[in-house]
């Protein structure tokens, strides 16, 4: 079962744009991080915010929940070609596993 | 650091053969993962083990074993291979708590015919 549902599936824009992406989840967490996947790669953790957080930036990447909202959201800002990827969030759902959700696949070109 | 390593990156099955998927980490993690990923699914756990000398079920555990050799080491088996188990399956591990940041390896591509 998904705990992460990220919306939308797919997303396209040019470089420099900003692409958005969406995570919502079911149950409580303690933490919710974001991955990204080159194609054919392995996942490369991005960022981890806690459950008393609401905002955290790592660069390019800025990431907000609403725990209220059960949402989370990344924003990456000044997209490059090499962006390019999928995106996931994971959440521990208050159990000792992370669960994945399905991911964005976001293109951007040059 | 080499981080997570797996072996074979592919393999090609014929139904009901056996293999085993091995995985090594050189970061002195205490826990370790077993995904599989299909299109359209995300990454689905299949066993894991959150201390070297234990080992627990995840999402989808039917037809595979999994055994923690040591601290670094954590292979997947497949008993006797199922056309429904031709996947990508990534290796992954974390320093301490199963909830903390997770380093995959780069995957193997598993074909069943």
């Known amino acids: 079962s998904q705990q992460g549902e990220e919306d939308p599936q797919a997303l396209s824009i040019q470089e420099g744009e900003n692409a958005t992406m969406n995570c919502s989840y079911k149950?409580?967490?303690?933490?919710l991080q974001w991955y990204r996947q080159n194609s054919g790669r392995g996942l490369v953790h991005l960022i981890l915010?806690?459950?008393?957080?609401r905002e955290k930036h790592s660069g390019r990447l800025r990431v907000t929940l609403d725990t209220s909202k059960k949402s989370s959201s990344l924003l990456i800002t000044a997209s490059r070609a090499a962006d390019t990827a999928s995106y996931f969030c994971?959440?521990?759902?208050?159990?000792?596993?992370?669960?994945f959700g399905t991911g964005t696949r976001l293109q951007v070109f040059p | 650091n080499a981080g997570v390593t797996q072996t074979p990156k592919f393999q090609v099955l014929k139904t009901g053969q056996s293999m085993t998927l091995q995985c090594a980490q050189d970061m002195n993690h205490n826990s370790m993962y077993w995904y599989r990923q299909d299109p359209g699914m995300g990454l689905r756990l299949i066993y894991y083990s959150a201390s070297e000398g234990t080992t627990d079920k995840g999402e989808v555990p039917n037809g595979y074993n999994v055994s923690r050799l040591n601290k670094r080491e954590f292979s997947l088996r497949l008993e006797s291979a199922a056309p429904s188990q031709t996947s990508v399956y990534f290796c992954?591990?974390?320093?301490?708590?199963?909830?903390?940041?997770?380093?995959f390896g780069p995957g193997t591509r598993l074909l069943v015919l």
């Open positions: 149950t409580s967490i303690n933490n």
């Open positions: 992954a591990s974390s320093r301490g708590r199963t909830q903390e940041t997770q380093y």
């Open positions: 994971a959440t521990d759902g208050n159990t000792d596993k992370l669960i």
């Open positions: 915010i806690r459950s008393n957080e």
